[in-house]
């Protein structure tokens, strides 16, 4: 019988599993920062859906003050009127030579009063409508900071994908990179 040939298997198949426990170590590494990065990602799209729906939340109510505050001008406007009306009927008996009765004036002192409260109401119900339309611009800018961050975890992600299938730590490095730049806007934009 002819002799086999003699090739190294064994430490063929040594330098194969070496090849295979680093490279699954890598993969491991990878999958693992790359299901982190997915957690971030999902936590930012949660906070970026949440403050987007507030803020448009707070709009509205601006929206329905502000047709309040309209409300209470025209309203202001008509007691303004009702004054000028009983000061122009005033200024006929006076125009006639004669003494108007006093409820022209205490008609006309009463709309005036009545001003002073409806313009006090108006003004304090636009203070409203400021400090809502003020925190929903922040909530719109802390919004964008969210969704920033969830587009860069995206890329993160993605590169993640391409560095497992590449086995390239380079790559890897880089979502690693791109993911750390992820958190840290994520952590600005909680901080606002």
């Known amino acids: 019988m002819p002799e086999e040939p003699e090739i190294q298997t064994d430490r063929l198949r040594e330098q194969i ?23 971030f990602a999902t936590l930012a799209a949660l ?11 707070l709009r509205t109510e601006a929206t329905r003050v502000q047709a309040d505050v309209s409300d209470q001008w025209a309203f202001y406007q008509a007691k303004g009127l009702k ?11 006076l125009a006639a030579g004669k003494e ?18 409806i313009e006090a109401r108006a003004r304090e119900r636009e203070k409203e409508r400021d400090e809502k ?6 909530l719109l800018h802390a919004h964008h900071g969210f ?4 587009a860069i975890f995206q890329v993160s992600i993605a590169l993640g994908a391409v560095a497992a299938l590449t086995r390239s730590r380079v ?11 992820g958190l840290v806007l994520l952590g600005v934009t909680l901080a606002l």
């Open 147 to 150: 969704a920033n961050a969830v």
């Open 133 to 138: 339309l003020i925190e929903s611009d922040r």
């Open 47 to 57: 906070k970026a859906g949440a403050t987007i729906n507030e803020a448009l939340m």
């Open 171 to 181: 790559v890897w490095l880089g979502s690693l990179l791109l993911g750390a730049g």
């Open 83 to 93: 004054a000028a009306l009983e000061e122009a009927a005033r200024a006929a008996w």
């Open 100 to 117: 108007p009765p006093a409820e022209y004036d205490e008609r006309k002192e009463h709309y005036t009063a009545e001003q002073k409260e």
């Open 17 to 39: 599993d070496e090849e295979i426990e680093r490279g699954g170590a890598l993969l491991r590494r990878i999958a693992l920062t790359t299901a982190l990065l997915a957690v």
